[in-house]
């Protein structure tokens, strides 16, 4: 997995900005988003959070000599936000769209992001679970039964 902040920065910033601009955007008055549409700054905020110390807890636990910058595991992060989630990035990922989506009462930007989580869900996280229970066999299927695949509430 690539932790660089350039995919990140396009995937949940520059993406729903960009796909924002295909619609109306509702709650806004004079250019300004109404007090509802601010509801949406929540998420965005934890969302990039969550992405954050997702990414804080892959450093902390890679190997000194080695940082993950390739798509095939090195090894298996099951600390920090690995904890409550096991794909903290991508819960991250959609709750910033959901707070862009309602940060600028964007309707393209709610079924873009809804488009985009439903394929990870569907398609890239099996393809991951996969391709992890295949590198690390039972230590994956033990972090698996402990964390959920979305998100552990308190």
């Known amino acids: 997995m690539l932790l660089a902040p350039p995919p990140h920065f396009f995937g949940y910033v520059v993406a729903p900005l960009a796909v924002s601009r295909r619609g109306r955007r509702y709650g806004w008055r004079g250019g300004r988003p109404s007090k509802r549409n601010l509801v949406g ?17 892959h450093y902390s636990e890679s190997p000194p000599d080695r940082i993950q910058t390739s ?37 393209p930007v709610a079924g873009a992001g809804a488009a985009l989580f439903t394929g990870m869900a569907k398609v890239g996280v099996p393809f991951e679970e996969r391709m992890l229970h295949k590198h690390f066999g039972s230590t994956y299927d033990s972090y698996r039964e402990r964390v959920p695949r979305w998100l552990k509430l308190l």
């Open 41 to 57: 700054l929540l998420p965005l905020a934890a969302g990039a959070g969550l992405i954050a110390w997702a990414a804080v807890s």
């Open 71 to 107: 798509p095939v595991p090195e090894y298996l992060v099951t600390g920090g936000a690995y904890t409550l989630s096991r794909n903290p990035m991508y819960v991250g990922g959609m709750a910033m769209w959901t707070g862009w989506a309602v940060l600028l009462g964007s309707l």
